[in-house]
Antibody, heavy 118, light 107 residues
Framework: EVQLVESGGGLVQPGGSLRLSCSAS????????MHWVRQAPGKGLEFVSA????????YYADSVKDRFTISRDNSKNTVHLQMSSLRPEDTAIYYC???????????WGQGILVTVSS | DIQMTQSPSSLSASVGDRVTVTCRAG??????LNWYQQKVGRAPRLLIY???NLQSGVPSRFSGSGSGTDFTLTISSLQPEDFATYYC?????????FGQGTKLEIK
C-alpha cells in the first residue's frame, strides 16, 4: 500500500524555522517528482514547492521563494521542506504529494499542521 | 501563474440529483485538468485526470469533460458520500494551480 507520512509540524513564532519531513512506504520514491501543497484554515489548496525525481530541479511558489528549501534523500525514501523566516500567513496544513503520470497528484499524505503565532 | 476559476462556489443539492461544476482556466491548458474531492478533515482525493479520465476506484457516476479553457465535472446521481468540496487543478504548467473550490452541501 502506498503511504506518505508527514512529520515535523507544530507551533513556531514568527521569524522561526521548521523542517517538515515526508516518509514514503509501499513504493520507490525515486520514480516520482514530489510536491508540497498547503491549505490555510478554511481556505483552498495552494502549491508550495516541487522537486524532480532526481532532485536536480526545484520550484517554489513566489510566496515562499527564498524562505523555503525542498530536498530529498532517495536512499531514505524521504522528502524534506525546510521553512525559515516563517510568517503568520504560512499557517496551514502541509501535504506531501506524489506527482504521478498525467501530471496529477495521485497520492497524498495525511497532512501536518504548521502554526505560526506568537 | 495560470488562474483557475470555479463556479459555483457552493451548491445545495439532494441525493439523486445531477450536479455540474464548472472550471475555467485563464489560458489554454489543453487537457491538463484534474478534479479532486476533499472531505472535512481529510486529504484531497484524485477523481478525474486529464479532463475526462476516471481515476481507478472512483465511481462511474463521476465524469469530466472539456479542453482548452472550459471544463466540467458532473455527478450523475448524488450519493450521501459525495457531499464534499471539489477542486479543479491545472497541471499544464508549474505552479500547478487550483480553483477556489466548490462546496457541495445537502439541501
Amino acid at each position: 500500500e502506498v503511504q506518505l507520512v508527514e512529520s515535523g509540524g507544530g507551533l513556531v513564532q514568527p521569524g522561526g524555522s521548521l523542517r517538515l519531513s515526508c516518509s514514503a512506504s509501499g513504493f520507490t520514491l525515486t520514480t516520482y517528482a514530489m510536491h508540497w501543497v498547503r491549505q490555510a484554515p478554511g481556505k483552498g489548496l495552494e502549491f508550495v514547492s516541487a522537486i524532480s525525481s532526481s532532485g536536480g530541479s526545484t520550484y517554489y511558489a513566489d510566496s515562499v521563494k527564498d524562505r523555503f528549501t525542498i530536498s530529498r534523500d532517495n536512499s531514505k525514501n524521504t522528502v524534506h521542506l525546510q521553512m525559515s523566516s516563517l510568517r503568520p500567513e504560512d499557517t496551514a496544513i502541509y501535504y506531501c504529494v506524489t506527482r504521478g503520470d498525467y501530471y496529477v497528484y495521485d497520492h497524498w499524505g495525511q497532512g501536518i499542521l504548521v502554526t505560526v503565532s506568537s | 501563474d495560470i488562474q483557475m476559476t470555479q463556479s459555483p462556489s457552493s451548491l445545495s443539492a439532494s441525493v439523486g440529483d445531477r450536479v455540474t461544476v464548472t472550471c475555467r482556466a485563464g489560458q489554454n491548458v489543453r487537457s491538463y485538468l484534474n478534479w479532486y474531492q476533499q472531505k472535512v478533515g481529510r486529504a484531497p482525493r484524485l477523481l478525474i485526470y486529464a479532463a475526462s479520465n476516471l481515476q481507478s476506484g472512483v465511481p462511474s457516476r463521476f465524469s469530466g469533460s472539456g479542453s482548452g479553457t472550459d471544463f466540467t465535472l458532473t455527478i450523475s446521481s448524488l450519493q450521501p458520500e459525495d457531499f464534499a468540496t471539489y477542486y479543479c487543478q491545472q497541471s499544464f504548467s508549474t505552479p500547478y494551480t487550483f480553483g477556489q473550490g466548490t462546496k457541495l452541501e445537502i439541501k
